[in-house]
């Protein structure tokens, strides 16, 4: 069977799947709520709630038992800490954060869309770049997936820089048995922030819905696969893809979050999300050979979910308080 069959018959039941959940489940519920006016958002929403159910999927499947094979460190087969780590997964994987987002942010996506039409804002539409290579799907598709990670990298270095933003992230630091459950391990308050920025900066690329929801998909398994508790390097690769190890040197006490030699002290390394080059760039790269304790120096979050926001959002406005006080 030609590649191209292949992907053909994964299309198709990937068409058939999602026509088959609007008209049975999501197409009736719509109705009987006289919500039928976002039928065709709620059409489009469904790729979030696939997509997620495939990554879930190929995380039980492959990444744990990866985990099993090639072990970073000795674990217990499902510690208390992680619990909470897959609901954070579910919760985002399966489309109901996204589906929130949506909802609270898409009047104001709008607003700024035809702000950006009325001053004829030029978006890069990296398609248009080089007709014929460019606009290939997949060539495109790479480009907006590193220009969305140069924005990333610079998010994600900026909430290690501001202490009252480092309270809020903190959370994700805090697990000391990372698995690959312990992507989404996020403050809320954080989450939505990153989510408005990622969006803001794909509508100014001109990245289509179609493509941003594929890109976050496959970055977010990329994520999974990184935080997972497997020791791989990637040997020459580690310079195209950030590996486990190398992403788990972010997450080591002392050195991931704190500048080297000054406990306690914002600094660290290792920030990129899928590629190492802006770390090189940016002179913030560690190649790690070991492997490190991860977790935050006199940190302890409790195991309850609700109480983990919580302490999150009080820690952040203490800081803040703090901060305007001098």
């Known amino acids: 069977m030609a590649w191209t069959d292949i992907t053909s018959a994964i299309s198709g039941a990937y068409g058939s799947m999602q026509e088959w959940l609007f008209t ?52 217990e087969r499902f510690a208390a800490s992680s619990r909470a780590d897959v609901f954070y997964t579910l919760f985002h994987r399966l489309g109901i954060f996204h589906g929130l987002m949506f909802v609270a942010l898409s009047g104001f996506f709008f607003e700024i869309d035809s702000v950006l039409h009325d001053f004829r804002f030029d978006r890069l539409n990296v398609e248009n770049w080089w007709p014929g290579i460019t606009s290939i799907p997949v060539v495109s598709f790479l480009i907006y997936l590193v220009l969305l990670d140069l924005v990333d990298y610079l998010y994600h270095r900026a909430s290690h820089a501001f202490n009252w933003w480092w309270q809020l992230h903190a959370l994700h630091h805090s697990q000391t048995v990372m698995t690959a459950w312990s992507d989404n391990r996020n403050h809320f308050l954080d989450d939505i922030m990153r989510a408005t920025v990622m969006a803001f900066f794909a509508l100014l690329f001109g990245v289509s819905p179609g493509q941003f929801v594929a890109l976050v998909a496959l970055s977010q398994f990329i994520q999974s696969w990184q935080h997972a508790n497997i020791r791989s390097d990637l040997g020459i690769a580690r310079y195209l893809l950030i590996s486990p ?56 979050v409790s195991q309850n979910i609700i109480t983990q926001q919580w302490q999150g959002l009080v820690h952040a406005v203490r800081e803040l308080f703090a901060k305007w006080r001098t």
């Open 245 to 300: 190890m190398y992403h788990r040197m972010h997450h080591a006490v002392g050195y991931g979050h704190e500048a080297q030699g000054k406990p306690g002290v914002l600094g660290g390394c290792n920030y990129g999300v899928l590629f190492p080059w802006w770390d090189m760039v940016f002179k913030t790269a560690i190649f790690p050979k070991a492997v490190y304790p991860t977790g935050v120096r006199n940190l302890t």
């Open 24 to 75: 049975n489940i999501v197409g009736p519920l719509l109705y009987q709520f006289d919500l039928m006016s976002w039928a065709e958002d709620a059409f489009d929403g469904l790729d979030w709630f696939l997509f997620g159910c495939i990554q879930i999927i190929l995380i039980l499947l492959v990444l744990r038992t990866w985990e099993r094979v090639q072990p970073a460190e000795a674990q």
